[in-house]
């Protein structure tokens, strides 16, 4: 009888090892939201021409709170990442530091966020400021892709 409960208890360990070892060894989830290239400007700039596509270019600022608010509700939604990653290279900077500075002096920033959408050779195609929900953000970048 001893053996018995040995082996219901060996028997329900691997089950729940069985069940459990997927969520745990996966590591990675599908992916949400959209994909910020983690390259240099220029190196954008080349994926961008490369891949014939534009770039979606976020400046903002770490004080701002609509910035805030695009990082935390409106870029990590499911739908707007599954448009901007198939149709743009992404790139997001703060315009107060290191390259950002450069881009909101040729760009012409005024507020933020700032909302832009370059191409290749690293030509302004459209200019949105503000927040922008994810529905909103998706129907200008329709806009974009269909000009």
Not at 22 to 28: A, F, H, I, R, Y
Not at 53 to 63: C, E, G, Q, T
Not at 84 to 92: H, S, V
Request: charged content about 20%; glycine content about 10%; proline content about 4%.
């Amino acid at each position: 009888m001893m053996k018995w409960r040995k082996d219901i208890s060996i028997a329900g360990i691997m089950i729940m090892a069985f069940f459990w070892t997927p969520l745990q060894s996966s590591g990675t989830s599908p992916v949400k939201g959209i994909l910020f290239y983690q390259g240099t400007w220029d190196q954008a700039l080349g994926q961008a021409r490369k891949e014939d596509k534009m770039i979606f270019l976020d400046l903002y600022a770490s004080w701002c709170g609509p910035c805030r608010m695009l990082q935390s509700e409106t870029f990590p939604d499911a739908a707007v990442g599954r448009f901007f990653n198939a149709n743009f290279i992404n790139y997001a900077v703060d315009a107060e530091k290191g390259i950002g500075v450069k881009l909101a002096r040729k760009f012409r920033i005024t507020g933020y966020p700032t909302l832009l959408f370059i191409d290749g050779n690293g030509n302004l195609v459209t200019r949105k400021m503000g927040y922008r929900t994810p529905r909103q953000l998706i129907s200008i970048g329709k806009q974009v892709v269909h000009q």
